[in-house]
T-cell receptor, first 111, second 111 residues
């Protein structure tokens, strides 16, 4: 079945760029999503990319998609302490509205 | 307006109690979801409603009973829960690209 993998932890210095990586197994996913979750809060949709695109930029966020390698990344430019959170990537599994989730990457931003 | 509103924010209930969680969205989305999330884990899908009909039940125990009174509202009725059911319960709704918008969740503690 579908699997989505992420590295569990990332630590960066404030002002640096952060790159969070995700790999997935199911090439039938038509959309891939990035969510942010701060402690005690719900999941915030950051951005998403259609599977026939290879890049999407939205202010400080850049999503890169390599379909051949089934690799998705989220780059956060000029990382701030407010970006400290868990970041989940997810893909949709066909038309049944079910999302397949990675385990999440915990991003720590050090002053 | 990309808001999904959940009430209550916190709930403590005994194992013999009956309670309900409520969720509301006004984005015109026709798919609504209940998820369960344990600390630092990805959310686990429980139920999906599509056009007010239950379309996915992920083998959830019958002590959880979903209800969709109309296209804007989703309820989760709880009865005879166990302490291991303590978790963050998240409601979401999704648009045409499957992009799910989440509420802030209900933090449930079963004592």
């Amino acid at each position: 079945g579908e699997d989505v993998e992420q590295s569990l932890f990332l630590s960066v210095r404030e002002g640096d760029s952060s790159v969070i990586n995700c790999t997935y197994t199911d090439s039938s996913s038509t959309y891939l999503y990035w969510y942010k979750q701060e402690p005690g809060a719900g999941l915030q949709l950051l951005t998403y990319i259609f599977s026939n695109m290879d890049m999407k930029q939205d202010q400080r966020l850049t999503v890169l998609l390599n379909k051949k390698d089934k690799h998705l990344s989220l780059r956060i430019a000029d990382t701030q302490t407010g970006d400290s959170a868990i970041y989940f990537c997810a893909g949709n599994a066909g038309n049944n509205r079910k999302l397949i989730w990675g385990l999440g990457t915990s991003l720590a931003v050090n002053p | 307006d990309t808001e999904v509103t959940q009430t209550p924010k916190h709930l403590v209930m005994g194992m013999t109690n009956k309670k309900s969680l409520k969720c509301e969205q006004h984005m015109g989305h026709r798919a609504m979801y209940w998820y369960k999330q344990k600390a630092k884990k990805p959310p686990e899908l429980m139920f999906v409603y599509s056009y007010e009909k239950l379309s996915i039940n992920e083998s959830v125990p019958s002590r959880f009973s979903p209800e969709c009174p109309n296209s804007s509202l989703l309820n989760l009725h709880l009865h005879a829960l166990q302490p291991e059911d303590s978790a963050l319960y998240l409601c979401a709704s999704s648009g045409r690209q499957g992009e799910a918008f989440f509420g802030q969740g209900t933090r449930l503690t079963v004592v």
